[in-house]
């Protein structure tokens, strides 16, 4: 077997999953650390699979879709550096609940099932971590839930850009660029609308030169535009 | 101070959050533990107070409503007997995120966040316990993301009263019935739509005699007919 690529204590050590933990767990953990190199466009786990493992996100983007029972697909999330992903699973049924594909070159930890739970046993400071990020993506989830409950989709649509922005947004000479690429696609199954809305809305955000797109990559010029749509201030 | 209802080892053992725990745990989780009775329609909490503790439903039932910035609300969801809520706010901000209000006469449990964070540092096993009550509501709430943003609204309503019917509902001899009350309001907005879609279809299924209304108490008489409304199965 190929090794995976190097890492240190350092590099788990900044993650929150594992706040606050001395040395010596540190390296009980980096013990049953798996680390990946994946390419652009990799299946990383499908929906249903078994064996599931809690996945931690180094470098790149992965998006994570979820397909109904009658073919409705959604995108749950974009996942960035630092980000856990298909963890879900272990604490319920056993098995991953949405399909996982990198967005770019990208390098994951993974943990088994088995190994994780002996560490959150043995140390329950990362048991009590893990909450605190399951407790943030719940209350992430219930805001979403809200938007697509009470808002119209130009509001939405601004709300998925902003938040986009802050989790993978680089400060470009031209605005803030989104940091993977983003098919239109991919934004009307994470705002619960269809192409063609938002394709209707980049469109005329384009012209208003709020915003830009090339080779699948968002850069936003006018976030401040972007924001007074999100807040329904036309004024 | 008036003091709370009685309460033994054996009402908390049963409870998913103390699952697995030995008996001189269980008394360390009594000795902080507050029980409380309250009357029908009395708020325990509300959207951003601070002092969150965790709550636990021993009887009764609970509504739990969420406010926009922009006053759009919804019904996060309904907490029957055994069920955890407001617990999100220990690991994030340290406010609610919602409302929380009886909906029948009600029994709860509560701790201080300093009480539980202590009891899960000593005792892994709790925190794991509530990452598994945890992780089972994101996947319910990216069922529901993904119900709202793919299906048709009497799917949807369909769904709801399957869902409620599972967690609160009682066999009578006319049906099922949902054991609390519940407003047309209510389930509008847990589904995401309008008073009026509500209206119109709930007396459509009343005339078709699957369901019935009697003092704010819905019993459905003809589960399999919704079940097909929520699988789409026209044939």
Not at 41 to 64: C, K, P
Request: proline share 3%.
């Amino acid at each position: 077997m190929k090794p995976g690529p190097q890492f240190s204590r350092n590099d788990l050590s900044s993650l929150a999953l594992f706040e606050g933990l001395s040395a010596s767990v540190l390296d009980e953990v980096i013990a049953v650390t798996r680390c990946r190199a994946m390419a652009r466009d990799t299946r990383i786990f499908n929906q249903g699979d078994g064996h599931v493992r809690a996945h931690l996100l180094v470098e790149g983007s992965v998006r994570i879709s979820q397909t109904g029972s009658d073919g409705g697909q959604i995108v749950v999330r974009f996942i960035g550096p630092g980000e856990m992903f298909g963890a879900v699973a272990l604490f319920t049924d056993g098995k991953y609940p949405a399909d996982a594909d990198t967005l770019t070159d990208a390098i994951e930890f993974s943990w088994s099932e088995a190994d994780l739970l002996k560490l959150m046993s043995a140390h329950s400071q990362i048991a009590i971590n893990a909450l605190k990020i399951v407790g943030k993506r719940i209350q992430e989830a219930q805001n979403r839930l809200r938007e697509l409950s009470t808002q119209p989709v130009e509001r939405r649509v601004a709300h998925t850009l902003l938040r986009l922005s802050r989790q993978a947004g680089r400060d470009t000479p031209d605005g803030v660029k989104i940091g993977f690429p983003l098919r239109r696609k991919d934004i009307a199954d994470i705002c619960g609308t269809t192409l063609f809305s938002v394709s209707r809305l980049l469109t005329t955000w384009e012209k208003a030169g709020w915003l830009a797109t090339r080779d699948q990559h968002l850069t936003i010029a006018k976030i401040s535009e972007i924001q007074r749509v999100g807040d329904n201030d036309r004024t």
